[in-house]
């Protein structure tokens, strides 16, 4: 449990040290601007920067949407008249008559 808060807390300090690091404020505007050494580090940073904070959770939801609607929807619950042991018992039970 203390190694997951401590990866947790290590990618959540990691994640924004780029752009911490590439930053430098124009003196005649006054602007904080991101000056990267090539434009390819950028969109490296930016396409895993969205891959870390859109596509990963999007995934954990859509797999995990896809379990409970596959439990709700598709799978069989325990005692539904479809399993031959519920179906004897029902029949078994019309069976008897009080005369």
């Known amino acids: ?8 807390w290590l990618l959540a300090l990691s994640i924004p040290l780029p752009v911490a690091i590439f930053s430098r404020v124009d003196v005649e505007s006054g602007l904080c601007m991101e000056s990267w050494p090539d434009d390819v580090w950028k969109l490296v940073y930016s396409a895993s920067l969205m891959a870390l904070q859109y596509f990963v959770p ?6 995990c949407y896809s379990t409970i609607c596959y439990v709700i929807w598709i799978k069989k619950t325990p005692g539904e008249a479809e399993n031959a042991r519920d179906t004897r018992r029902a029949l078994s039970k019309r069976k008897v008559s009080y005369t």
């Open 1 to 8: 449990m203390l190694t997951a808060i401590a990866v947790i």
């Open 58 to 63: 999007l995934l954990v939801l859509t797999v």
